[in-house]
C-alpha cells in the first residue's frame, strides 16, 4: 500500500516538471530576440526567401531594346514568424524609354527664275496684279540733229500696263508723256533769219503718248528688268520769243523806283501735225511691298517729222501701284 502511494507521488511530481518545462520553452520560440543594427555592414546569415509568386508574362520590347536583369528584392530587416510568412516585395521594373531618331529638315529649293503658274509668281516680291499703274518724270538728252538745235529738256508722264495672264510675263504698257526743252543758239539765229527780226528765245513741247510690249525678266526675288518696245504718236510745238527792255517804276517789298524791265513778246508759235515715234528701251524694277514698286529706265526714242529726224534718249524713274 506505501508502494503505490509512492509512486503516484512521483508520476504527480514527473509530470509537474514535464509541464513547467514546456511552458518555459514556449516564449522562446514565438518571441524573436531584438535584431541590433549595427552603422557598419557585417556579413550576417540571409534568411531562406520565400518562395516567389509567378509573375504575369511582361509585355514584348521592341527589337532595338533588350530588357534589364531582373533585380533580386532586398534582404528584410525583420525575420516574420514562420507562421505568418509572406512574398518579399519586388522592385518595379525600370521605365521604358523610347529612342528618338534625328530626322534632318528638308531644305527647300529656291524659287524657279521664270514663271509657271501665278503661285510660282506669288513667290517673290512681286505679286501678280493685271493692271498696275505708274507715274514718272526724269530727264530728256536731245540725240542727233536735236542736239545742235535743243537743250537738254525734262519730262513727266503716267500710264498703266496690263498683263493678261500670271502665266507669262508679258504686259501691254501705255504712256502719256510731256516734254519740254529750250532752244539754242543755232535755232534762235535760224529763226531770225526766217522771221526777220531779232529771236531771244525759244521754247519746244512735246507731248504725246506710246503702246509697247513689255517683257519682265526677274534677277532676284525683289529685282527684276524688263524690255520695252513699241510706238507712239506725238506733236511739237515752238514758241519763238523776243525781250524787249522798257523804262517804268519798279516797285518790290523795299519800295518803289525807275529802271528798266524786260517784256517778251512772241515772234512765232509753230505746232506740228501728229507724227509717229518708234522707242526701245530697258529698265529695272525693285520691290517695296507687294502692292508697290520704283523703277529706273531708259528709252530711245525716234520722232521722224517731214524735214528732219528728231531723237530724244528720255531717263525716267518711277512708281508702280
Same mark, same amino acid.
Given at each position: 500500500?506505501k508502494r503505490?502511494?509512492?509512486?503516484?507521488? %512521483?508520476?504527480c511530481?514527473l509530470?509537474a516538471?514535464?509541464? /513547467?518545462t514546456a511552458?518555459n520553452?514556449?516564449?522562446?520560440q514565438?518571441?524573436?530576440?531584438?535584431e541590433?543594427?549595427s552603422?557598419? $555592414?557585417?556579413a !550576417? *546569415?540571409q534568411?531562406?526567401p520565400?518562395?516567389q509568386q509567378?509573375?504575369?508574362?511582361a $509585355? /514584348?520590347t521592341p $527589337?532595338?531594346q533588350?530588357s534589364p536583369p531582373?533585380?533580386s528584392?532586398p534582404p528584410?530587416?525583420?525575420t516574420?514568424?514562420?507562421?505568418?510568412?509572406?512574398?518579399?516585395?519586388?522592385?518595379?521594373?525600370?521605365p521604358?524609354y523610347q529612342?528618338y531618331q534625328?530626322?534632318? $529638315?528638308?531644305t527647300s529649293?529656291p524659287?524657279p527664275k521664270?514663271w509657271?503658274?501665278?503661285?510660282?509668281y506669288e513667290?517673290y516680291?512681286f505679286?501678280?496684279?493685271p493692271?498696275?499703274?505708274h &507715274?514718272n518724270?526724269g530727264g530728256? &538728252?536731245t540725240?542727233r540733229a536735236?542736239?545742235? #538745235?535743243?537743250?537738254?529738256g525734262w519730262n513727266? =508722264?503716267l500710264?498703266?500696263?496690263w498683263f493678261p495672264?500670271?502665266h507669262?510675263? &508679258?504686259g501691254v504698257?501705255?504712256d502719256?508723256?510731256?516734254?519740254e526743252?529750250?532752244?539754242r543758239?543755232?535755232?534762235?539765229?535760224? %529763226?531770225s533769219?526766217?522771221?526777220?527780226?531779232?529771236?531771244?528765245e525759244a521754247t519746244? !513741247?512735246?507731248?504725246?503718248?506710246d503702246?509697247?510690249l513689255?517683257?519682265?525678266?526677274p #534677277?532676284?526675288?525683289y529685282?527684276?528688268?524688263?524690255? #520695252?518696245?513699241? =510706238?507712239?504718236?506725238?506733236r511739237?510745238?515752238?514758241t519763238?520769243?523776243?525781250?524787249?527792255?522798257y !523804262?517804268?517804276l519798279?516797285?518790290?517789298?523795299?519800295g518803289?523806283e525807275?529802271?528798266y524791265?524786260?517784256?517778251d513778246?512772241?515772234?512765232?508759235r509753230?505746232?506740228?501735225d501728229?507724227h509717229f %515715234? !518708234?522707242n %526701245?528701251?530697258?529698265?529695272?524694277?525693285?520691290?517695296?511691298?507687294s502692292?508697290?514698286?520704283?523703277?529706273?529706265?531708259?528709252?530711245?526714242?525716234r520722232l521722224n517729222p517731214?524735214?528732219a529726224h528728231?531723237?530724244?534718249? *528720255?531717263?525716267?524713274?518711277?512708281l508702280?501701284?
Amino acid at each position: 500500500m506505501k508502494r503505490d502511494a509512492r509512486t503516484t507521488v %512521483a508520476l504527480c511530481l514527473l509530470a509537474a516538471s514535464v509541464t /513547467a518545462t514546456a511552458q518555459n520553452a514556449l516564449p522562446d520560440q514565438t518571441v524573436p530576440a531584438p535584431e541590433q543594427r549595427s552603422p557598419w $555592414p557585417t556579413a !550576417k *546569415p540571409q534568411p531562406t526567401p520565400a518562395p516567389q509568386q509567378s509573375a504575369p508574362p511582361a $509585355p /514584348a520590347t521592341p $527589337p532595338q531594346q533588350s530588357s534589364p536583369p531582373a533585380q533580386s528584392a532586398p534582404p528584410a530587416q525583420e525575420t516574420a514568424p514562420p507562421s505568418q510568412s509572406a512574398p518579399a516585395p519586388q522592385s518595379p521594373p525600370p521605365p521604358q524609354y523610347q529612342q528618338y531618331q534625328y530626322t534632318p $529638315p528638308a531644305t527647300s529649293a529656291p524659287p524657279p527664275k521664270h514663271w509657271t503658274d501665278q503661285s510660282t509668281y506669288e513667290n517673290y516680291g512681286f505679286q501678280y496684279h493685271p493692271f498696275r499703274f505708274h &507715274i514718272n518724270g526724269g530727264g530728256t &538728252i536731245t540725240q542727233r540733229a536735236n542736239n545742235t #538745235l535743243l537743250d537738254n529738256g525734262w519730262n513727266a =508722264g503716267l500710264g498703266l500696263t496690263w498683263f493678261p495672264s500670271s502665266h507669262l510675263p &508679258i504686259g501691254v504698257r501705255v504712256d502719256g508723256t510731256y516734254m519740254e526743252f529750250s532752244g539754242r543758239p543755232a535755232l534762235l539765229s535760224d %529763226a531770225s533769219s526766217t522771221y526777220g527780226t531779232r529771236v531771244d528765245e525759244a521754247t519746244q !513741247k512735246m507731248w504725246g503718248g506710246d503702246v509697247d510690249l513689255e517683257i519682265d525678266l526677274p #534677277l532676284s526675288p525683289y529685282v527684276r528688268m524688263y524690255l #520695252l518696245a513699241g =510706238g507712239g504718236w506725238y506733236r511739237q510745238q515752238t514758241t519763238y520769243r523776243q525781250r524787249n527792255y522798257y !523804262k517804268g517804276l519798279l516797285c518790290d517789298w523795299w519800295g518803289c523806283e525807275y529802271g528798266y524791265y524786260g517784256v517778251d513778246s512772241i515772234v512765232a508759235r509753230n505746232t506740228t501735225d501728229w507724227h509717229f %515715234a !518708234k522707242n %526701245a528701251g530697258v529698265g529695272f524694277e525693285f520691290a517695296m511691298s507687294s502692292m508697290s514698286s520704283f523703277y529706273v529706265e531708259a528709252r530711245y526714242m525716234r520722232l521722224n517729222p517731214v524735214d528732219a529726224h528728231s531723237d530724244f534718249l *528720255p531717263i525716267r524713274v518711277g512708281l508702280r501701284f
